[in-house]
Nanobody, 117 residues
Framework: VQLVESGGGLVQSGGSLRLSCAASGFTFSNIGMSWHRQAPGKEREFVASISGGGGITNYADSVKGRFTISRDNAKNTVHLQMNSLKPEDTAVYYC???????????WGQGTQVTVSS
């Protein structure tokens, strides 16, 4: 089982980035996926989640209206479109998968997002 994030980088305040997480090693449509982030000196926090079929999404209040999570089960990928980025969005972003039947949990290695003011 492997989750590999990509798409991080440096962007100015107000800009956009699109993160991707490529999954392998399991039946992707059975996995609820989510994005989390961890800023320096802070605990890892929830950002957004999407159900296996893609019909149910949830967002942290801090990103509602700015971030959109989506998934392509044919390509085993989940995306996080981040618009109107703020310096406080600076963090390492991780994707996480939780298997529907076993609750086994999987994490990617993270991708750095830096928003300059």
């Amino acid at each position: 089982v492997q989750l590999v994030e990509s798409g991080g980088g440096l962007v100015q305040s107000g800009g956009s980035l699109r993160l991707s997480c490529a999954a392998s090693g399991f039946t992707f449509s059975n996995i609820g996926m989510s994005w989390h982030r961890q800023a320096p000196g802070k605990e890892r926090e929830f950002v957004a989640s999407i159900s296996g079929g893609g019909g149910i999404t949830n967002y942290a209040d801090s990103v509602k209206g700015r971030f959109t999570i989506s998934r392509d089960n044919a390509k085993n990928t989940v995306h996080l479109q981040m618009n109107s980025l703020k310096p406080e969005d600076t963090a390492v972003y991780y994707c996480r998968g939780v298997a529907a039947f076993s609750n086994d949990e999987y994490w990617g290695q993270g991708t750095q997002v830096t928003v300059s003011s």
